[in-house]
C-alpha cells in the first residue's frame, strides 16, 4: 500500500508561481509513475502532468504545457509540480496519483492510477 500527501496549495495573484509536493510512503517509489490531475467545482477531475518511473519522459495537458513543470525525486520519494504564469482557470484542487508501472511509460488516464492523495487546492485570483 502507497500513502500520498500533498502539500504547497494557497491562494496567489494571476501571473504567480506555486510549487506542489508530493510524498510517498514505501520502498518502491522508484517503481511507480506519477501524475498530477486536478478538479475545479462542478468539473470533471482532468489530467495535468505525468512522469515516467525513472523520471525520464514527462506528459503535460495542452492547458499546462510550457507554464507547468513536473519531477520526481526517487532518493526523496516525492514528486514535484511547478507551477508557473497561474491563471484564475488553473483554480482547482490538485491530486497527486502513483501506479506501479513496469515500463517507462507515462499515463494520463486517471483509471491508470492506484493511488491517490487527499488533494491541495490552489486558488488563483485575478
Known amino acids: 500500500q502507497v500513502q500520498l500527501v500533498e502539500s504547497g496549495g494557497g491562494l496567489v495573484q494571476a501571473g504567480g508561481s506555486l510549487r506542489l509536493s508530493c510524498t510517498a510512503s514505501g520502498r518502491t517509489f522508484s517503481s511507480y509513475g506519477m501524475g498530477w490531475f486536478r478538479q475545479a467545482p462542478e468539473k470533471e477531475r482532468e489530467f495535468v502532468a505525468a512522469?515516467?518511473?525513472?523520471?525520464?519522459?514527462?506528459t503535460y495537458a495542452d492547458s499546462v504545457k510550457g507554464r507547468f513543470t513536473i519531477s520526481k525525486d526517487n532518493a526523496k520519494n516525492a514528486v514535484y509540480l511547478q507551477m508557473n504564469s497561474l491563471k484564475p482557470e488553473d483554480t482547482a484542487v490538485y491530486y497527486c496519483a502513483g501506479r506501479g508501472s513496469p515500463s517507462y511509460a507515462t499515463a494520463t488516464a486517471s483509471t491508470s492510477y492506484s493511488y491517490w492523495g487527499q488533494g491541495t487546492q490552489v486558488t488563483v485570483s485575478s
Open positions: 512522469i515516467s518511473r525513472n523520471g525520464g519522459i514527462t
